[in-house]
């Protein structure tokens, strides 16, 4: 198993409001990443929390599917109290974060997201999207309103309809992989798909080069298209996995 | 800000008197022009992003150019140490959203107070300002009922597209119009949109659509008819009714012409003339139905109401971690719960209620025989047009219109876009151009695998592209193909310095800082002081790659050499006694030096003589003699190197 991941500026904004986290072996881990929003410092500090909190929680990870659920609910929970906490202290109003990211332990995967980051997964020669973004302009899409054309383009793409951070309570996209045979998952912010298509990012990801030279390529190439926004990628890539 | 603080020296703060997630409104003393003012001031933690900035004053800057009574006036625009603000006309009074509190105003008092508001836009459409984002809490309505229009085209300002933000940032989508909802460009019908959903507010105390979330809102915007006012307020004209349905016309072409049309109409509506016009069919009804489908489905909120009545409501709000045993079991059971809960949703605007509808099946994917087939035996009339492809097989669809889903009248027309194979371009010649022409010339073409490699080169200039993958003018298939595109890095070759007289540990230096490997040789010199560079090898001014030997020559300074020295010794001999014959005494001096050890005198005396010798001594060494007289030791001469150099 190779876990890689990077994280860049972009080449527009003045600070990096992503932050990412990646902690484990072949038997259990978690891949992270979130994308702080609020302007000014308020956008790293809601990332900073999301992540810290998941770092001190890693070593309660369980190792049963349904457990592996609750524990991943329960710190959402908790690192939403922690940002709402801050923002209010602060009046900090807009703040708030995304989040997407994995946990595995055996043959488990368990999938988080809340807002408009993404997880992918590689099998075989498919790139499939597991997470469906919490956006403005993807609800319209699911309800046939938008097609993926006028989605990139819409003025209000940028809107999220659920953010760590933004109300008392917060309710993720929780899926279940059971032995999934995935070759590679890829967590991202929108930093990168606003600028790479999904088939784009399979091309680098197919490539036969290390999880860091992945990492490093889609990150050169969002910004060599405009690095509009802050980039964040985490890679797990299952070398190992017995295939059927 | 706190009251009595100070903006510009000028602006003293009394007062917040509102607040938003992007700024706050203060109200404050004008100091110079000694007024009232009110103070939008940008929220600290945006004052950083330049892109916003830009766009703030940029908007603020265009609304100063609007000089009308019913607009609320902009006086200044400024920004003081990262302090971005508006200064305003302060109005006292209230916003109009507090001044109807949830209830509706006679049509009088509805079409007075429209009126003005009418000709705020209408003076802005003249001077080609939209303002994109009318609602009753951008107005203000002060004790005299006069109305004041705030907020021109700051929600362009707001609209910035590469910061993510939560549903509050999208504002109130109670009055944006079906295009604003799709993402398209909101001009002068957009408005009119608007103000209709205004006064639809104004005389029936509802908003037209109301919806859970501002998605549900949206989804109406564009699908749904509002209820009819006259329904909501039997006082309401069958005129007036009529202008507000063709003011909130999906389509924008079926709109009013104008502000000023849309006014006329309005404030006609309760003439004697038009007191028994019939319903206004709207205009874009028949042609809307030919393209679109608007299937009268009740509004999203009961469809909601409905299911979440059900007993198996009160799943959302469970405590994750309280309820875990419970949880436990019937985890799977939340999850077919949630599914049913979004399915439910969708379920009811999908479930047909007129038998003269038939829902558009999804064809996109098949090929234009399958596809036609399917349509054909669903109702519909099939039309095809080709396009290029890139991702979709040669006579499969590409898409098509009416959406599946939709539910039109059966007969009508659905288009296909059928794909007429991969489209190929003659790969273009980018060699020479620099590595962001190339990537753009590609990225026209719709390359969109373009890999970069980097590589020096003594001939091409530094980011320009040396070579490219694909020969220029081959045919090619642009998202197939991978293009590397060779950039150069410029010369890396190292033009070298002239190191003479540099010390040792300066060329080292020199060294490492052009990655070059030094290598030390030593050599004495007369002329050049020790440790300093005597020559190099390349000689200065060679070009040479990085990694290269650079042999610096270091002087050890001049070359030591062995050193004579002349030294004397006395020998004393004690006169003999009166009358003896003197004793003669055998002197014999040996020396130690750099010639090895040799007896350089051996003699006979009588009397005091001296002696002179010679000690060469190699550098570092000593030289000795020994002076034996009658083969006892009487004198050890060492001279150090040092010494004897010293004397000379």
Redesign the interface.
Known sequence: MELAYRTDRGQ?R?QNEDAVLIIGDEQAGIALVA?G??????GEVASQLVIEQFRRAFSTLPATP?EM??WF??NV?LANEQVLEFSKQAN?????T?IAGVCWHDDTIVIVHV??SRVYALREDKLQQLTEDHS??N??KQ?????EE?MR???????????IG?KE?V?PDLQVFAEPEFDTILICT?GLT?HL?D??IK?VLERPVSADVKADQLINQAN?LGG??NITVALVQFTDRKRG | MRSGERINDRYRIEQQIG?G??ANVYRAHDEILNRTVAIKVL?????????FIRRFEREAHAATSLNHPNIVAIYDVGDERDIYYIVMEHVDGMTLKQYLQEDYISVDEALRIMGQICDAIDHAHANRIIHRDIKPQNMMIDQGGNVKVTDFGIAVAM????????????GSVHYFSPEQ???KFADEKSDIYSLGAVLYELVTGRVPFIGE???AV??QH??DDPIRPMDLNPNIPQALENCIMQALAKSPGARHASVAAFKKDCMTSLSTERANEPRRLNAEQDAFDQTLVMTPVAPLESNIKEVSEQPVAPV??VD??KE?PK??KK?WLWLLLVFLLIGGG?GAYVIADEMSRAVVPDVVGMTADEATTELETAGFVVETTERASD?IATGDVI?QTP????KPKRGTTVTLVVSAGKETVAMPDVEGLSQSAA?RTLKDLDF??IE?QSEASETVESGDVISQSIAPGNEVIP?EE?VTLVVSTGSNKVELANLAGYTFEEATTYAEQNSLKIVKRDEYSTSVPANQIIRQLPTAGTAVDPGTELTVIVSQGVEPTDVSIEREVNVEIDPPAEGEEPVALEVVIRTVDARGEVEVLRDKITETTTYSYTLVIAPDEVGTATIEVDGEVVRTDTVTYAQAKDSQ
């Open positions: 527009v003045a994308d929003m609020g302007g000014h410092e308020a349904m659920e609750n609910r329960r929970e900090l109003l807009m703040m708030g995304t807002g408009d403005y302009v609800m319209l309800l046939g309103e938008l097609t006028e383009v819409h003025p209000k793409r940028n809107i999220i309809t659920r953010a933004s309570h309710e929108d606003t298509t088939e784009e091309q060599r509009s926004d | 607040s997630g992007m929220r600290s933690e945006f004052s950083h992003n330049e892109q609209s910035n597209a590469t910061l993510t933000h939560t549903m509050s940032v999208l909802a799709r993402g979330t501002p998605v949206a989804l564009l699908q959302a709000p994750p971690v875990k949880r436990k985890w969708i991702n898409s959406k599946a889903g939709r990537e969109t695998d970069i998202s991978t």
